[in-house]
């Protein structure tokens, strides 16, 4: 039981200093987890992190569930995952109820106005640091252009294009492997 | 029953976004369009709000729009929802760790997904800013083409991209002051006004 609460004070601790997306958690990770509290090493971590970044949902999540269950099975993985989102929905809840009351304000308007623009700046440099990562060969550039185009020019679910992707890649890969 | 509908809209957001907060941004576009629950522009508002509030940015918006549909319930219940499948499968995962990273089928899979993901989001990035940025209205109102574009928006995002880029002084700043520096031009020069 006490192990269980310090599993989730820690991760809701981690998750209320980590401001952006799952990778500027890494090193709150690695001064908590590795330095402090020896709970994980540096290889396992990255381990996790690498499964986080590749298996469906947020990595930060997903990291947390994985140390988690390492440490206290299932029930430590959720308790773990449950303390790592408990800052966001806090803070989320109180900056929605701020923002609805002063809708109407001008000032708010024209900041998210200004602000807007630059999330777009945002969007578009993790879109070129994934382009690096995750494009690279051909078959990769293809993939993109089919799903970037089908993705404005029909209303179909994101779902179809990611398991039909997913398919894709599995058959390139073992035609390449039976090539090769 | 709205808290239902939420938690399974969400759950099918944590299942299929690949490649962390970012990913779940096209699911969020695709729950806008079948039921209005929020609007293209109040999703950008949210990522803004959602990058500068502690927290992951993927929690931070599952959180924010479930408050936007159905109040404090409605941020945790779409939260619960967006990490239910996590926790599931990565239980599953741990269990089979070694096997996981070496499959040919399942890094076949991922060699798929990767540029999928990243074209997704791109997409979802590229429809926004033709909503914001160009007003197709206005220039077949006018006919003028000057009144196509948004131009003061697009000079920021130019200027913001390259104090992000190729500054060095400002390249490695955190997105929060980019955020904080993009509200001050809207305020300072009446963006909302447009």
């Known amino acids: 039981m006490k192990e269980l609460l310090n599993l989730f004070l820690t991760f809701a601790r981690i998750g209320a200093l980590t401001f952006g997306g799952g990778y500027a958690m890494l090193p709150i990770l690695q001064r908590e987890l590795v330095d402090q509290r020896k709970w994980v090493t540096e290889e396992e971590l990255m381990d996790y992190f690498a499964i986080g970044q590749t298996t469906p949902g947020v990595i930060a999540v997903n990291t947390a569930t994985f140390i988690g269950q390492k440490r206290k099975g299932t029930l430590g993985g959720a308790i773990a995952t449950l303390g790592v989102v408990f800052p966001s929905i806090v803070i989320i809840s109180i900056v929605a109820m701020f923002i609805n009351n002063f809708a109407d304000s001008v000032i708010l308007q024209n900041a998210f106005a200004g602000i807007r623009v630059s999330v777009y700046v945002l969007i578009l440099n993790a879109v070129l640091k994934l382009w690096k990562s995750a494009i690279v060969d051909k078959i990769g550039i293809i993939i993109f252009i089919a799903i970037f185009s089908l993705s404005i020019f029909t209303n179909l679910s994101p779902i179809l294009f990611i398991v039909g992707a997913g398919l894709a890649g599995f058959i390139a890969k073992r035609q390449q492997g039976v090539v090769s | ?194």
């Open chain 2, 1 to 194: 029953m709205i808290y239902l509908r939420l938690f399974y809209e969400f759950l099918q957001t944590g299942l299929f976004a690949v490649g962390g907060g970012l990913a779940t941004l096209p699911f969020l576009y695709d729950i806008s369009d079948r039921t209005g629950w929020f609007s293209y522009g109040q999703l950008a508002d949210m990522i803004a709000i959602s990058e500068s509030t502690p927290g992951a940015i993927g929690v931070n918006m599952a959180t924010y729009s479930g408050n936007m549909v159905a109040g404090i319930p409605g941020g945790i219940i779409a939260t619960l929802g967006l990490i239910t499948p996590s926790i599931v499968i990565i239980v599953i995962v741990a269990h089979f760790l070694n096997k996981f990273k070496t499959n040919e089928g399942v890094q076949g899979v991922f060699y798929g997904l990767r540029p999928a993901s990243t074209a997704l989001i791109a997409a979802a990035g590229f429809s926004v800013v033709l909503i914001d940025l160009v007003d197709f209205d206005l220039f077949r109102q006018t006919g003028s083409f000057i009144q196509l574009m948004n131009w003061r928006a697009l000079f920021l995002a130019i200027v913001l991209y390259i104090l992000a880029n190729h500054i060095r002084a400002t390249k490695q700043l955190h997105p929060v002051i980019f955020i904080a520096f993009a509200a001050l031009v809207g305020i300072i020069f009446n963006f909302g006004l447009n």
